[in-house]
């Protein structure tokens, strides 16, 4: 057959771009053109409504916005703007001369679609948010989900983590409390029994390699930073223990927030949600605001939307599908699905390889997301795809 035309879905990048000898000094403007994006914007009158589409029709784009808009019979719609970051810049820039308040709207579009987190030094690593980082895993506990009991002894623990850094991770997260579904509270001193030991070998071994210390007890908190950890990783996001948020702001550590809707001990009782997304997203945005007016650096907070505390299987993916969302909040984003039982809900198999395949592939989801920080009890196979996915970007 005689083709007039050869034609063919392509990622416009900037490879793309110079591939066909496009100005390379203009490559970046260029990309902007082709990077698409979706705002929601909430709770509009008809009259900014209707304002915000004819505007974003000029700019050669699209809103989406409630069908009785036009009519105005409705008293407030949400509006879904869609465009390359080019149009939406340009659809911004012309809101900001409008009336109805949409000035103020089309200056906050321009600081969200510009938004990056502001870069985190820990020790001597830069967490620049250029790629991903793995989190590994350290459970010392005998009764964790996963690997209870199989790194309990201190020198297992200190020679697994040993491993773990061998295979790439960047960040090791220590964690002498089992947070699975149904799991006991362990009493504050057992706990920091448990973690110090590993704290100070790690860091005697590896004095460059940040640590983490996955705890809600403030006293574990601080008997772990004079042992030399670096980050706090609190499944209840700073709320369980009420000197927690003293403690952490105190220590000017960068914090985990983890989304929990009740305690490990009853989370999994029939948890509901309204909308899950938006639930999560408000809570954190509450969250941020509440821990920036006491003190906190937004700098140092990474939000942690809560896998498997408090969600049922289909609320979890649920959760995932939008977790791109919670990058507005200029935060950056860390994710724990290793292993966790909505993945053995899915593919039905409990077997470990099954369930680190599983894992990998929400993992290139979730990197696709723009998710800042991997937490994963296989390092070696995620830091293998990561490689992989570099080579191809």
């Known amino acids: 057959m005689n083709e007039l035309f050869k034609v063919k879905l392509i990622k416009a990048n900037r490879i793309e771009l110079e591939k066909i000898g496009f100005d390379?000094?203009?490559?970046?403007?260029?990309?902007?053109?082709?990077?698409?994006?979706?705002?929601?914007?909430?709770?509009?009158?008809?009259?900014?409504?209707?304002?915000?589409?004819?505007?974003?029709?000029?700019?050669?784009?699209?809103a989406a916005v409630h069908r009785e808009v036009i009519t105005g019979k409705i008293e407030k719609s949400d509006c879904i703007l869609s465009g390359s970051l080019s149009e939406l810049r340009k659809t911004a820039e012309k809101l900001s001369c409008q009336p109805f308040k949409l000035?103020?709207?089309?200056?906050?579009?321009?600081e969200l679609i510009e938004m990056q987190p502001e870069p985190i030094k820990i020790r001597n690593t830069v967490f620049d948010w250029k790629r991903p980082y793995i989190m590994g895993i350290l459970n010392v506990t005998p009764d964790s989900f996963s690997d209870g009991g199989e790194f309990f002894d201190t020198k297992k623990a200190v020679l697994h983590a040993a491993d773990l850094?061998?295979?790439?991770?960047?960040?090791?997260?220590?964690?002498?409390?089992?947070?699975?579904?149904?799991?006991?509270?362990?009493?504050?001193?057992?706990?920091?029994?448990?973690?110090?030991?590993?704290v100070e070998q790690i860091r005697a071994l590896f004095p460059e390699v940040p640590v983490s210390i996955d705890t809600r007890n403030s006293k574990t908190a601080k008997a772990a930073f004079d042992a030399g950890a670096d980050i706090i990783n609190d499944v209840?996001?700073?709320?369980?223990?009420?000197?927690m948020k003293k403690t952490a702001c105190e220590l000017g550590t960068p914090v985990v927030l983890n989304h929990s809707k009740g305690t490990p001990e009853n989370m999994q009782e029939n948890p509901q949600y309204f909308d899950i997304?938006?639930?999560?997203?408000?809570?954190?945005?509450?969250?941020?605001?509440?821990?920036?007016?006491?003190?906190?650096k937004k700098s140092s907070l990474i939000i942690d939307p809560g896998i498997g505390f408090g969600k049922t299987k289909e609320q979890n993916f649920e959760l995932l599908k939008s977790v791109g969302t919670l990058k507005s909040l200029g935060c950056p984003l860390l994710v724990g699905h290793s292993r966790k039982t909505f993945l053995k809900?899915?593919?039905?198999?409990?077997?470990?390889?099954?369930?680190?395949?599983?894992?990998?592939?929400?993992?290139?989801?979730?990197?696709?997301?723009?998710?800042?920080?991997?937490?994963?009890?296989?390092?070696?196979?995620?830091?293998?795809?990561?490689?992989l996915n570099k080579a191809l970007v």
Not at 189 to 198: F, H, L, T
Not at 277 to 296: H, P, Q, R, V
Request: proline share 2%; net charge negative.
């Open 236 to 243: 209840s996001a700073l709320e369980w223990d009420s000197e």
């Open 103 to 110: 000035g103020i709207l089309g200056k906050k579009i321009l």
């Open 24 to 62: 390379s000094s203009y490559a970046l403007q260029g990309t902007n053109k082709h990077r698409f994006l979706s705002l929601k914007i909430y709770s509009l009158s008809p009259a900014q409504a209707n304002i915000i589409k004819q505007t974003a029709l000029a700019c050669g784009t699209d």
């Open 165 to 198: 850094i061998e295979k790439g991770a960047d960040i090791i997260d220590i964690g002498g409390e089992s947070t699975r579904p149904y799991a006991q509270m362990v009493d504050v001193d057992e706990e920091i029994r448990r973690v110090v030991p590993v």
């Open 277 to 296: 997304s938006e639930e999560i997203y408000d809570y954190f945005a509450e969250k941020i605001n509440e821990l920036t007016e006491c003190g906190f």
């Open 345 to 387: 809900e899915q593919i039905g198999s409990e077997n470990i390889a099954d369930l680190d395949r599983a894992t990998n592939i929400i993992s290139s989801y979730l990197v696709n997301e723009g998710v800042n920080f991997l937490r994963v009890h296989n390092v070696r196979d995620l830091k293998m795809f990561l490689e």
